[in-house]
């Protein structure tokens, strides 16, 4: 098995689940550099030039929440799916869906923030993305009221796709404000699989980003 992974990226939830199952698969780490993504050896794999990607033997898999669903169903004993059938099947698979619906509103910032130079950056842009991220995030605090993780079943690959969208949004959204979201965030960033899939160095930056977003 092996992923196709840029750091920090949607690739992170692929590389925190394989750790979290404990199954050996190799890595292929690229920086998030548009040229080596489109490069021919990479479209051989993704013809879109986007991670993750994985292949296990014959197969080769796109979109992060798909390879969710088939790790999970591959390794039904490590418990982190819901196979049909059970009880939480429905709400999980709607949280591993709902980690992209979270997701959109912070990549929207990044690009506005890091890939769009300052004169032509769009504050309508930043203003309804941040508001519509905030809402997403806030979502959670009904769920995580009185509940660790987002099933009663306890830690699943569900909390994997949720909790790199967090990861990601928490850049732009005090988490503060909400007390059970960022006790989630908190417990789920110490966990060891977490902490092995960031960057190699990795430091949460001063400010985060929030402080320059705030400034907006
Ligand atoms: N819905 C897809 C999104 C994949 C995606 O767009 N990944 C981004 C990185 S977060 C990417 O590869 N972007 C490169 C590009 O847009 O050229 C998934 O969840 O896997």
């Known amino acids: 098995m092996r992923l196709y992974h840029c750091p920090e990226t949607r690739s992170m939830r692929t590389l925190w689940l394989l750790r979290e199952l404990q199954i050996p698969f190799d890595l292929t780490e690229m920086p998030f550099d548009i040229p080596v993504l489109q490069s021919e050896t990479y479209r051989a794999v993704h013809a879109l030039g986007r991670v993750p990607a994985l292949t296990d033997g014959e197969l080769t898999l796109f979109e992060s929440g798909a390879i969710t669903q088939y790790l999970c169903e591959r390794y039904p004993d490590r418990g982190l799916g819901r196979p ?20 959109v509103h912070a990549g929207a ?25 905030r809402k997403a995030i806030g979502m959670l605090t009904t769920v995580l009221d009185g509940q660790e993780y987002l099933l009663a079943g306890g830690f699943s690959a569900a909390d994997v796709s949720v909790g790199y969208s967090l990861h990601l949004g928490s850049r732009f959204v005090r988490l503060e404000s909400m007390p059970e979201v960022a006790a989630y965030y908190r417990r789920l960033s110490e966990r060891p699989a977490f902490r092995a899939s960031l960057p190699a160095g990795w430091h949460r930056p001063i400010g985060w980003l929030t402080e320059e977003f705030e400034a907006i």
């Open 84 to 103: 049909p059938g059970h009880a939480e099947r429905y709400a999980w698979l709607q949280w591993i869906h709902f980690g992209e619906t979270m997701v």
């Open 109 to 133: 910032l990044v690009q506005q923030l890091h890939f769009i130079p300052s004169p032509q950056r769009s504050e309508t842009v930043l203003k309804i993305e941040s508001r519509r991220l």
